[in-house]
């Protein structure tokens, strides 16, 4: 995985491009209100034919060839993750319950005690 360090887009292209790719999405989104009229297939077309176009200039920025870096190295670091087979995760999880569990009753026992010597001993409440 890289060490690159998280980056803000200060650039004038740069915001100029992401900037045109919210107004696409902003004209996909009014481009379906003002479409009432025609059929859902020709409203969603718009929208989507919207939302392709600026994910398109999105990623033809730098900073969506950054985001793809990442998920490339995402990726990769998936890979390399070893997941427990079903027999370790049922272990594993069976494991927690139980010290779950005695974690409680230790609680309960301890507040039961205190309960006691507040009560008990020190107010003379019975």
Request: hydrophobic fraction near 55%; glycine fraction near 10%; charge should be positive.
């Amino acid at each position: 995985m890289s060490n690159t360090n998280v980056e803000t887009v200060n650039r004038g292209p740069e915001r100029l491009k992401l900037g045109l790719a919210v107004l696409v999405l902003a004209a996909g989104i009014v481009g379906y209100s003002l479409l009432e009229g025609q059929s859902a297939f020709v409203r969603v077309g718009v929208f989507v034919g919207a939302l392709i176009v600026a994910a398109l200039i999105v990623f033809l920025s730098e900073t969506g060839k950054r985001l793809i870096g990442f998920a490339r190295d995402s990726y990769q670091e998936v890979r390399r993750v070893h997941w427990p087979s079903r027999k370790e995760a049922t272990q594993m999880t069976g494991i927690v319950f139980l010290f779950v569990t005695v974690m409680a009753i230790l609680l309960w026992l301890i507040d039961k005690g205190l309960e006691w010597v507040i009560y008990s001993l020190f107010l003379g409440w019975k």
